[in-house]
């Protein structure tokens, strides 16, 4: 079951997080792998690892942002392939309130995890049906459908993300294009030991047994729990799923109202 083998994916952010262990889980299950990822040398790093496992995979640098690099990019990987799989996950967090959130913040979040995530499933989906179907899966939010104390323009982007799959999937049903998303809560990432490093110095520990608890399950999520339900997602198996988001929360969003 579950076996990707003969698949070509597409992992936005592929290098570090929650993307690195999709890249992971994908490639051990024989998909071949095209890692999308601002920092080339990161993505190389993770290629060398994963063909060093006896995977497949490619590094390839892309600003999500800019709609010529990312239609650059997936046409040249398209030239040499059929490809069947788009996991958007490239994004970028910020910290506020609307009166807190400037228009540069603003922007920068819009420009990342909302126009992104549109360039690369603008830049995918004629591939993706002259392959004859194929999935796309976007990393959501639970701050999607929860409203979150000081995640503004973050929460903005991802209930765009949430409604941007739902019109997807209605749109592309009939081309055999599965649109799917995720929605974590945390999940123990470098970025959060690097956010919790630099806003609270000093009190590590208890700041993370904090947020960690601000799950019912009572701990942040690992990557590879995010990794193997992309895996599902991504898979023959999830035929019928298509245009719902799928909560990985610890309990977060029905267990905390």
Known sequence: MFDLTGKTALVTGGASGIGLAISQTFAQRGAFVHILELNLAVAEQIVAQIVAEGGQAQAHAVDVSNQ???????????????????????????????????????????????KGYYNCM???????????????????????????ADRFAYSMSKGAVLSMTL??????????????????????????DGFIAKNYPGQEVETFERLAKTQPIGRMAEPAEIGALALYLCSDEASFVTGVDYPIDGGFIRLNT
């Open 122 to 148: 603008f830049g995918v989906v004629e591939h993706l049906k002259k392959a004859g179907g194929g999935v796309i899966l976007n990393v959501a939010s639970i701050a999607a459908t929860v409203g979150l």
């Open 68 to 114: 010529a690099n990312v239609l650059a990019v997936i046409d040249g990987i398209a030239a040499s392939g059929a490809i069947h799989i788009l996991v958007n996950n490239a994004g970028v967090a910020h910290v506020g309130r609307l009166d807190t959130t400037s228009e540069s913040d603003f922007d920068r979040i819009y420009n990342v995890n909302v």
């Open 167 to 192: 019109s997807v999937a209605k749109d592309y049903i009939k081309d055999r294009i599965r649109c799917v998303c995720i929605s974590p809560a945390r999940v123990h990432t470098p970025f959060v």
